[in-house]
């Protein structure tokens, strides 16, 4: 038979409404007490009653989280952070989806799914700044990425233009001046593409390098094929690069694929550095160097601000926060030649 509340409570020693207190993530428990519940509630394998949980507290201890695709790793990474930083808190997460449509993250807002829930980590691509009114509700949100700023809500972003600076960096000090950056949005101004494209011409610029617009390659999506495509163009197009940036991971390793092909060995003839640090990027042939922008942090992060709106009672903030979260380069093989 399934684990009751009372079984929690007796085999942790402490009252049933200690349980629920843990169980709906109160303050104003020890903090071994609520070590000793959770570890008693693992032993059990109790799962809440949502729906009653519900009707007491008028919580559901179900959270979303609203992504823009799960195909790309980064996306699916994010989601397995995010369902481990809740299940810290006992609570549940439920995921939508949008393919990036703006009409369907607007959409997502008023959504009967998402109303079953006490709150959103809502990640936007398809909407811009100009959205922004659309997440004036009346339930917490926690707006991520970098395509709505300055909004009504808490936002938890990386910083992407010292990122991007950084990863430019590591290949000038590689000795690399022809630096082809792979991911380009046309007429960007707010967004991932333009932030990152914002770093690579300011490290260009700090080394004295001008920004040649035959390096700089447009994609619409970030995947593999379009990483792959866009450096069979520059081949094609007889432009000579020592060098590639792709704005994420499944860029830089479509570029490793499509110079491969090529016959160019990697970093010898052309360093790639990516960005996301998504898992696949250490075993890759060479492994990739990339940027590790802050994922388990901005995890960490939104499910604890989101916790926060709840526990005040949800609602639009009157004082909405803009956390910046920090970054990590990492060196692995296929940026810098050997000697």
């Given at each position: 038979m399934a684990a009751t509340l009372h079984d929690v409570a007796n085999l942790a020693g402490v009252s049933i409404k200690t349980v629920s207190n843990v169980v709906n993530d109160y303050p104003h428990v020890k903090e071994s007490t609520r070590t000793r519940v959770r570890q008693a509630i693992d032993e059990l394998n109790y799962q809440p009653n949502l729906s009653a949980r519900s009707l007491r507290s008028g919580r559901s201890g179900v959270i979303g989280l609203v992504l823009p695709e799960l195909s790309l790793s980064y996306f699916g990474e994010l989601a397995d952070a995010v369902i481990a930083e809740a299940e810290k808190h006992g609570l549940v997460v439920l995921i939508e989806k949008t393919g990036a449509d703006r009409d369907r993250e607007i959409a997502v807002l008023t959504s009967p799914r998402m109303q079953l829930t006490d709150g959103l980590i809502f990640s936007p691509l398809g909407m811009g700044q100009a959205d922004a009114q659309h997440f004036e509700v009346d339930f917490p949100v926690v707006l991520l990425g970098e395509r709505i700023f300055g909004g009504p809500v808490d936002h938890v972003t990386m910083r992407n233009v010292e990122a991007?600076?950084?990863?430019?960096?590591?290949?000038?000090?590689?000795?690399?001046?022809?630096?082809?950056l792979v991911g380009a949005h046309v007429d960007e101004d707010v967004g991932s593409a333009a932030l990152r494209t914002q770093g690579y011409e300011q490290a260009l610029a700090a080394a004295g390098i001008e920004v040649d617009p035959s390096l700089v390659r447009y994609t619409?999506?970030?995947?593999?094929?379009?990483?792959?495509?866009?450096?069979?163009?520059?081949l094609n197009d007889g432009v000579e690069f020592d060098?590639?940036?792709?704005?994420?991971?499944?860029?830089?390793?479509?570029?490793?694929?499509?110079?491969?092909?090529?016959?160019?060995?990697?970093p010898d003839d052309v360093s790639v550095v990516g960005f996301d640090d998504i898992d696949e990027a250490q075993?890759?042939?060479?492994?990739?160097?990339?940027?590790?922008?802050?994922?388990?942090?901005?995890?960490?992060?939104?499910?604890e601000?989101?916790?926060?709106?709840?526990?005040?009672?949800?609602?639009?903030?009157?004082?909405?926060?803009?956390?910046?979260?920090?970054?990590?380069?990492?060196?692995?093989?296929?940026?810098?030649?050997s000697d």
């Open positions: 991007a600076q950084a990863a430019t960096e590591l290949l000038l000090k590689a000795g690399r001046r022809r630096i082809a619409t999506l970030w995947h593999r094929s379009n990483g792959a495509a866009a450096i069979r163009d520059l060098a590639v940036f792709g704005l994420n991971d499944a860029l830089a390793l479509g570029a490793m694929r499509a110079l491969q092909e090529a016959g160019l060995r990697i075993y890759t042939l060479p492994s990739l160097s990339t940027i590790n922008p802050g994922r388990e942090q901005i995890a960490a992060l939104a499910v601000l989101l916790l926060t709106r709840i526990r005040d009672g949800g609602g639009r903030p009157s004082d909405p926060r803009e956390v910046l979260v920090d970054f990590e380069v990492v060196v692995r093989e296929s940026a810098v030649p």
